[in-house]
């Protein structure tokens, strides 16, 4: 953990953290996991960060998802330059609105959207509609996915087959986690006996559209499927988080891996990250008929000061439209070599390993044999990959700093990018190795 000398980032840390909790404003980039400081970031470009000391890193981490095209991409700055000079918010109704909203029912299954700032207010407000909706209270969600820090969803899972979840977090309100089930992944029979248990009090089930925040732990084939048919069957919607895997995993986003090709659609669905092009915007949509329950169409209350923001709206409707097919090609190109060599890398080192990856999305888990749910995820060795992820962030590469995240890679993720990355690989494998033996 000796590596490149990082005094300002140090110096940063050491402010941050006598001003703000941890020293950062979202917890996981503080290191906590893999020990060591966090580098301060001064600039991106393409598919490069540079810290404040000058270090340069080829990131993999892409703002935790956003930056497809990569970071600064010249026409995306273009189109928020010109909105910039326009003003920033005016708390109107907006034309970039109009044509962002249509840019994702184009591309979705959703009929009617609803802009917010962030995927955690997206899936609240998601959440509150179908309750709304079905004038239910319960909702399922399943144990390792995230949906953001909504009180309800914070809820961790109990073992045993249909938990009612104790709160996650102080602060939750036990009212709050208690109208929560928690069900392991991939696992239909617990989702059957939830259902034939408290069907009658079911709002909603709400998934990740494949997993990404236990690591990628993509859904069995059918799951999702399964879902959106046993919600229908007990009049519960079925609500699809895209907040992580929207307009990024594929260009219909995890929707586009089953969804489209079997022929169901959820509910409701979550969008954020890429959307936003690298700006607090989210959304919300799906069902014309549940949408319309929304004010000032319906009663169910929902509201945003900056909703829809033009700024974000523009910086995410310029990356859509810059998402081409041919960009996801190239996104999913980057991604085979990446994971050919790690596999190859972890092989040579005899370090245990399996490689999960839903479209362009991809996550390496410390452990031998695929991972199905939270369960499995959590058996990693996380001091190899503590030792794993400081040898690549020395060698210029910046992954994420946990064990249970995906890997972004970008359509700036050019040669040379890639090329750093695969020379960082063999010795980042061997420190692994040396860290779990
Ligand atoms: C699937 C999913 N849903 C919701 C969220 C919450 O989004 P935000 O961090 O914008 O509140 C995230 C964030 O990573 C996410 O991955």
Redesign the pocket.
Known sequence: MTGRATPRSGALFERAQSVTPGGVN?PVRAFSAVGGTPRFIRSARGAWLTDVDGHEYVDLICS??PMLLGHAHPEVLEAINEAVARGTSYGTPTEPEVLLAEEIVARTPVEKVRFVS??????MSAIRLARGFTGRDVVIKFAG?????VDALLASAGSGLATLAVPGTPGVPASAAGETIVLPYNDRAAVTAAFAEHGDRIACLIT??T???MGVVPPEPGFNGFLAQTCRDHGALFIS?????GFRATREGGWGLDGAVEGWTPDLM?F??VMGGGF?A?AFGGRADVMGRLAPEGPVYQAGTLSGNPIATTAGLATLRLATPEVYAALSATADTIIGAVVDALTAAGVPHAVQRAGTMFSVFFRDGAVSDFAGASTQDTAAFAAFFHAMLDAGVYLPPSAFESWFVSAAHDERAVATVLDALPIAAQAAAKASA
């Not at 962030?118 to 899936?123: I, N, P």
């Not at 996915?145 to 820090?149: E, R």
Request: hydrophobic residues 20%.
């Open positions: 979202s935790w998802g962030s995927g955690t207010e997206a899936t996915c995230y949906h953001g820090h990740e559209a997993p990404g925040n988080d895209e907040v992580m895997t979550t954020g990250k607090p989210a």
